[in-house]
């Protein structure tokens, strides 16, 4: 079974300061330990492995005693930290590893006297994957002329813009029969308001273009717009 190693335990204090075969013992029972990291301890076993004396195993077990919890009869360990560094946390409920992970974990709870590290971990299985949902692309529905009309004159009189005659119904026209596409690549149009206000706006930038005059020049863009509409209805 392959495993993921944390190798900053070479910089931790408290790895450092364990004994040689301490941090053989601490290594072992890492890679050793099941999916869940639990193992079942034999000193037996270990000694024949490790070829360290059974009674240096029990006082390694000792030592490294903070990195680990026992269970009830102190047979078995649980390596406190191993979910974490393998990165299996938080367990999601979509994932079959996972969930045999969390049974052990059930399983395994009330004979580690309700660890609060195993409780932790099990309050905060996720049950449900969150899906990410893409934005719902918004369908372009190309306006009316009237429409257009409507917020032509609206958004001009907002910018004290004096348009050209028939501004609007050439810009109409303009994008019905490029199939409403703008700039050199022709990429659909997502938002005619858009172009109504930088047709605008490029009027406003050129100079004595009426935009700050007084009340006439109000007047004669207004005059002028309400013929526009005259024209569109009559259309």
């Given at each position: 079974m392959n495993r993921i190693t944390n190798t900053d335990k070479w910089k931790d204090?408290?790895?450092?300061?364990?004994?040689?075969?301490?941090?053989?013992?601490?290594?072992?029972?890492?890679?050793?330990?099941?999916?869940?990291?639990?193992?079942?301890?034999?000193?037996?076993f270990m000694e024949?492995?490790?070829?360290?004396p059974a009674k240096n195993i029990v006082s390694c077990i000792k030592e490294i005693g903070k990195k680990i919890t026992f269970n009830k009869s102190g047979k078995k360990i649980w390596v406190d930290n191993f979910l974490f560094y393998q990165k299996q946390l938080p367990l999601d409920m979509n994932n079959g590893e996972h969930k045999k992970i969390k049974l052990?974990?059930?399983?395994?709870?009330?004979?580690?006297?309700?660890?609060?590290?195993?409780?932790?971990?099990?309050?905060?299985?996720?049950?449900?994957?969150?899906?990410?949902?893409?934005?719902p692309r918004k369908t372009f529905i190309k306006p009316t002329l009237v429409e257009m009309t409507m917020y032509g004159i609206e958004y001009s009189t907002q910018e004290k813009v004096t348009m050209p005659d028939d501004w609007i119904k050439q810009l109409y026209n303009h994008y019905e029969s490029n199939g409403w596409k703008i700039g050199k690549n022709k990429t659909p149009m997502k938002d005619w308001k858009g172009a109504v206000?930088?047709?605008?706006?490029?009027?406003?930038?050129?100079?004595n273009n009426g935009g700050g005059q007084g009340g006439s020049g109000k007047i004669n863009k207004i005059t002028q717009a309400n013929k526009d509409i005259k024209d569109v209805v009559v259309d």
């Open positions: 204090e408290w790895f450092l300061a364990l004994s040689p075969f301490g941090k053989l013992v601490f290594v072992f029972l890492y890679e050793n330990c099941n999916e869940a990291g639990f193992y079942n301890l034999n000193s037996t024949s492995q490790l070829k360290i052990i974990l059930e399983k395994n709870f009330e004979d580690f006297n309700d660890d609060k590290g195993i409780m932790f971990i099990l309050n905060n299985v996720e049950t449900e994957k969150k899906k990410k949902t893409a934005t206000r930088n047709a605008v706006l490029r009027v406003k930038k050129k100079p």
